[in-house]
């Protein structure tokens, strides 16, 4: 019973709109007929003007942006709250709808209630936030259609649209990285320098960035590129430098980027990143001896080639360090690689002497207390060998007889021979003493051994009589002796 008793005025209201529905809708149903036209009490008596609100602008970062619809509410009275429906087309300038906001299809109707005193009703639009560094963008809202029930809306001419900008606010933060994540630190064995040109945002059209190198840039192989382009869309890009072989030790150079373009609107706050070449040498430069072995003559001249593994580009001295014989030669200017040069040479120049010789030899190394880093002697040709040959003519024919030199070796080694020499010396002495005493003894017995005429038997002479001046008389004697 209290409940039915509460809501009876509604059910009064909901059953008179059954009975008679004639409001809104239905007015205008019947602004043709005759019977309406002469009926004005029944006409609704508020009214509303609408309105858009011109020019809007937005960031594309704000989320969504507030399309505002200025109101003018004619009202009988102040307690009048109406409810109209108004529909919206979308027209993309340089916007992309459902892509830069939207999506669309819950945009194209919107219901406001409005109050006497309502001066402004809104709806949002959703602003999609693509990330992409652009210029801005814009499109058009149109209020095409409006309507209530029991109120006359009408949208002021020239009021019903309006431009929504857009305002990118993406910027790109440039940044410089290793390219192989060693921060930096050009690693042993590498022959090149990679880094990476990256942006924290992706771009709506191409955009150049520059680059400058300070630092040894040298280390270069060719020229870097001064500037790379990273494409629409693009967030990095990888730049490969190639390295000149060798003396990359322990270099450094600074690769910076600077913004070339702003449009779009690039943030580079001169980003850049250092490098440094490893301690240990990549792909040394090797410098040897083109020939292991020369020869020049006497009073002439000839060149000792030096080669280098690849061209140096720079210049420096070579020395040429020689010992032997070094001063039958005279050693020209030291030797120069200039940039770019693979071979090199020094004269050298024999002495002419008027000494019949030979053997004479020179050896020649390379001293590389002057090489630039990244440069070593090939351990390979690390020397040569100079052969001077003699120009003066032999008096002899014959060859010449080289003496050795009187051994200055321990005396136990040097006594042995001498010591032998006088032990032959003494044995021959001997020898020949005996060889004269048997040769006297020998003709001693020759003239003693007188034979007597007509015998065969023999008499002994004594030394005394052989000497006598008279042995004849007295060998005559003995043989008469004999006989007598
Ligand atoms: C406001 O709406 C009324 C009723 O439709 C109309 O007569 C009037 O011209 C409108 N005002 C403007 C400025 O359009």
Known sequence: MDVRSLTSPFLLVLLLEQVFPVEGQTTVDFVSTEGFETTQESQPTNVINLSLRSSLSVLESAAFVQIFIDVIANFDSASDVETILCEFSFTDGSTSGNSDYGPVVNLRSQTFNIAAGTSVVSFVIQIRNDQIVETDETFH????????????????????????????????????????????LIPQNSNQLVFRVSSSNA?????????????????????????????????????????????????????????????????????????????????????????????????????????????????FQTGLVASGNVNEIVIG???????????????????????????????????????????????????ATLVIIDATPSPRTQPIVVVPPFPTVP???????????????????????????????????????????GSTGSYDVTPYEIRHPNFRFARKRYIDDFYF
């Open 333 to 383: 200017n030291t030797a120069t690689f200039t940039t770019g040069q693979l071979i090199t040479s020094i004269p050298v120049t024999a002495i002419p002497d008027s000494f019949p010789e030979s053997g004479e030899i020179v050896v020649f190394s390379i001293d590389p207390s002057t090489f630039p880093n990244g440069i070593i002697v090939d351990p390979n040709s690390a020397t």
């Open 203 to 315: 771009f709506q059209d191409d955009v150049t960035i520059d680059l400058q190198y300070s630092g040894y840039a040298d280390i270069f192989s060719g020229n870097p590129p001064s500037s790379i382009v990273l494409p629409a869309g693009s967030t990095s890009q990888t730049i490969v430098i190639p390295l000149v072989s060798g003396r990359n030790e322990g270099r450094q150079v600074t690769v910076t980027a600077t913004a070339s373009s702003n449009n779009p609107p690039v943030t580079i706050s001169q980003p850049s990143l250092t490098f440094t070449t490893s301690n240990t040498i990549v792909n040394p430069v090797r410098i040897g001896f083109s020939s292991s072995s020369y020869v020049v003559t006497e009073g002439e001249t000839t060149r000792i080639q030096l080669s280098a593994s690849s061209p140096v580009p720079v210049t």
């Open 411 to 453: 005396s136990t080694v040097a006594t042995t021979p001498r010591l032998a020499y006088i032990i032959v010396g003494v044995v021959i002495g001997l020898l020949s003493l005996v060889f004269i005493i048997l040769c006297v003894a020998c003709c001693c017995l020759y003239f003693a051994s007188v034979r007597p005429i």
């Open 141 to 184: 809202v149109t209020l095409t259609a409006s309507s209530g029930t029991d109120v006359i809306v009408t949208a002021i001419t020239g009021m019903t649209s309006t431009t929504v900008t857009i305002q990118d606010d993406d910027t790109a933060v440039i940044s410089i990285t290793d390219g192989t994540g060693n921060g930096g």
